[in-house]
């Protein structure tokens, strides 16, 4: 048990004895999630009738809402398919650390409160791990929906949190913990996660693995997550000067190209300053089509840059004073 986890009876930090065995253990971080929690909770009720055996580990992370009392309350809970865990360390990585210590499974897949896996998505990367030549595997991350807000259709028709955008890097591809499998033995061997970052935690994990064992990363091609995207101005802005930190903390770990950074840096400052006549420019598109997002994405765009530089310099300038949301 982690140091760190909450010893209330209510949690069950500890792993059940005498119960059936199971191929995998399902992790799931959960902070501030009553509204999300249940979503996920029923996706992985309806898997397929063949998925192997598994176990859901939800893991509470010090959260003030009603997310303890909806996992209790939820069906897969009282099956016993569902182990609510606690860890008080702030941070999702510290979370799913956790869950790698207490995994009965052989394999350990990582899902997030806001994200819904298709039917098949337990047995498709339980698949794909028992090739010995896959390392890691994960699924698309597909929107959850089509409408809904204006930031949420532009980040859905943008493709944040693609899967395809992470693996095409030309240096450190990586999956997200969105979607991601990983052998338990392999995700203990290199210590779980660093629990010390607020965010690019999945990158630093998949190349340290990639470093330290020998194997390809491949996406299981029948399965998908869909993802629940910011609602928000204010939550898309929060979300990348998240990234824009962990850009900062993974230079600082991993090292980076400076004139690749340098040459990106410029293309992002000409759409900064482009961006009002870029939306401009697309208005007519917008009146034709009856719909603001065309006029929109311009200046959306440029909020998520300016967002990310924020999230940068202050890593950079107050390293200790960082995001977690």
């Not at 999630?33 to 055996?53: H, K, N, R, S, W």
Request: hydrophobic share 40%; glycine share 8%.
């Amino acid at each position: 048990m982690s140091p760190h986890a909450e010893a209330d009876p209510e949690f069950s930090n500890e792993r059940p004895r005498a119960t059936p065995p199971v191929a995998a253990s399902v992790v799931i971080p959960a902070y501030q999630a009553e509204d999300l929690i249940g979503g996920c909770l029923d996706a992985l009720m309806a898997q397929a009738p063949e998925t192997p055996a598994h176990e859901i580990l939800v893991v509470d992370n010090g959260s003030r809402d009603d997310t303890v009392g909806r996992v209790k309350s939820h069906p897969l809970f009282r099956r016993g398919v569902v182990r609510l865990l606690r860890e008080e360390r702030p941070g999702s990585y510290a979370a799913r650390n956790l869950g790698i210590a207490e995994a009965r499974g052989n394999a350990i897949l990582f899902i997030d409160a806001d994200c819904r896996p298709s039917a098949c998505w337990v047995a498709a990367l339980c698949a794909e791990l028992m090739d010995p030549l896959v390392l890691l595997t994960g699924s698309s991350i597909v929107p959850a929906t089509g409408d809904g807000s204006l930031v949420e259709r532009y980040s859905a028709a943008e493709g944040i949190l693609s899967q395809d955008a992470t693996l095409r890097r030309p240096v450190g591809s990586f999956l997200q913990t969105a979607s991601m499998g990983v052998r338990a033995d392999d995700a203990r061997s290199i210590a779980g996660f660093r629990a010390d970052l607020p965010t690019g935690g999945d990158a630093d994990f998949c190349l340290r693995l990639q470093r330290a064992r020998q194997g390809g990363i491949r996406l299981a091609s029948s399965a998908s997550v869909s993802h629940v995207h910011r609602t928000s101005v204010r939550g898309l802005w929060r979300q990348f000067r998240r990234y824009g930190q962990g850009d900062v903390l993974l230079w600082r770990l991993h090292g980076g190209s400076p004139v690749r950074a340098v040459l990106k840096g410029g293309i992002e400052s000409l759409r900064v300053l482009l961006a009002p006549l870029l939306s401009v420019l697309r208005v007519p598109e917008s009146l034709m089509t009856r719909d603001i997002l065309p006029a929109a994405t311009p200046l959306l765009t440029a909020v998520r840059t300016l967002a990310r530089w924020a999230g940068r310099l202050r890593a950079l300038v107050r390293p200790g004073a960082l995001h977690r949301s």
